[in-house]
């Protein structure tokens, strides 16, 4: 959530916006104000027109958030936790921690976006319908179209976007294997990707017939495709690497030849007899049971000034273990890395009844994983 503003919780939900959504909203306003509203009507006059265009751009924007919180509320209904939700430039991020438990909860979660959408879109016509005055009619007509658009643009079936998810549950549902279903979905989300960059590119030079040439138009298809390629592909090897380390426990891959050093040696010491002569990357603070006290990593000395390293001790500059992220022998490799990235750590001790008995870092999992495809399977 760095990125982001927090505007505040609702249903106890973190609400965000990214910081591309202010430029998003400026942009927006701006166009309409100038360019949608005076084209609709000559005749209303500067103030309106402005008037017009920031309530449109609020409007839009309650419609994205409604569209994330129906996902939102859906999930928490089901029992599945929501940790935030971020508005960002082409929509809005539900962050749902975990996957749904079944097809039916996962299309239930998915397609209620896409159908609040719908909803709005049919509420915005309907308001236009009532003719309260022509202003609101024009508004109320394009936030109609914007809805619907949005409704239209996540039905799309391929992962990450809604459709790919309702996409993924029917698979799901069908051939009973999650795995497999991730898979499909994400490389039709990778292919509608591509689709969309070549089309935006042929657009944008004028390329397809039928179509007039429209640059900007044309780029930010394109664009819209590269986002979808992009995070298709990241999920898909999020999921290659669930598949690969599938079984993998932290024992099978941590590396077993850390230094135990005692918390009260002086920095000056670790370096010239344990981290250089060994080029060990792993150094624990541990007591004289091997019991773990603090991890020491080479960042950790880096802080440290050279001419200070006789007079510093080992305790002084460890991440004492209340701080640390631990794992069991047993716990799986993806758990793991899970962990680390939530809580942006680059290595977790493994340890037992209180003692190390070893690191888990990710160059370990990448080395593992290298070795076993070296080796064939
Ligand atoms: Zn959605």
């Given at each position: ?89 082409f ?62 643009f996540?039905?799309i079936p391929g992962f990450?976007l809604?459709?790919g ?21 994400a490389l039709v989300g990778q292919g509608f990707g591509f689709l969309f960059i070549l089309g935006g590119v042929l657009w944008a030079f004028g390329a397809i017939p039928g179509l007039q040439q429209n640059l900007v138009s044309g780029l930010w298809f394109a664009l819209i495709g590269w986002f979808l390629q992009s995070s298709a592909a990241?999920?898909y ?141």
């Amino acid at each position: 959530m760095q990125q982001t503003l927090r505007l505040g919780k609702i249903f106890g939900i973190p609400v965000g916006i990214h910081y591309s959504w202010l430029f998003i909203f400026l942009l927006v306003t701006f166009s309409l104000a100038t360019q949608y509203f005076p084209a609709d009507s000559p005749r209303w006059g500067t103030g309106v027109y402005w008037l017009l265009g920031v309530v449109t751009s609020l409007l839009f924007f309650g419609s994205v958030l409604l569209h994330e919180l129906a996902h939102s509320v859906v999930a928490l209904a089901r029992g599945i936790p929501v940790k935030s939700i971020t508005l960002f430039v082409f929509g809005g991020v539900s962050q749902i921690s975990k996957d749904a438990p079944s097809p039916g909860e996962e299309l239930q979660i998915a397609i209620v976006g896409p159908l609040t959408s719908l909803a709005l879109a049919g509420i915005f016509w309907g308001v236009r319908q009532a003719g309260i005055s022509p202003q609101v009619n024009s508004m109320a007509w394009l936030l109609s179209l914007i809805n619907l658009q949005l409704a239209v643009f996540n039905m799309i079936p391929g992962f990450p976007l809604d459709g790919g998810r309702v996409f993924r549950s029917v698979v799901w549902r069908i051939g009973g294997d999650y795995r497999k279903a991730t898979r499909l979905a994400a490389l039709v989300g990778q292919g509608f990707g591509f689709l969309f960059i070549l089309g935006g590119v042929l657009w944008a030079f004028g390329a397809i017939p039928g179509l007039q040439q429209n640059l900007v138009s044309g780029l930010w298809f394109a664009l819209i495709g590269w986002f979808l390629q992009s995070s298709a592909a990241s999920s898909y090897g999020q999921v290659r690497l669930r598949d690969a380390l599938r079984g993998v426990r932290a024992q099978d891959l941590m590396a077993r030849d850390c230094a135990l050093v005692s918390p009260n040696m002086t920095v000056r010491e670790l370096v010239d007899h344990h981290v250089l002569p060994m080029s060990r990357r792993c150094v624990v603070a541990a007591d004289s049971e091997d019991r773990l006290l603090g991890l020491v990593t080479l960042r950790d000395i880096r802080t440290v000034p050279r001419e200070r390293w006789d007079i510093t001790l080992v305790r002084e500059v460890m991440v004492p273990r209340e701080r640390l992220v631990l794992a069991g022998p047993a716990d799986e490799a993806v758990l793991i890395l899970e962990r680390m990235d939530e809580s942006d750590v680059s290595q977790v001790p493994v340890v037992q009844d209180g003692k190390v008995v070893g690191m888990v870092g990710r160059d370990n999992v990448l080395h593992y994983l290298r070795t076993r495809s070296e080796l064939g399977f």
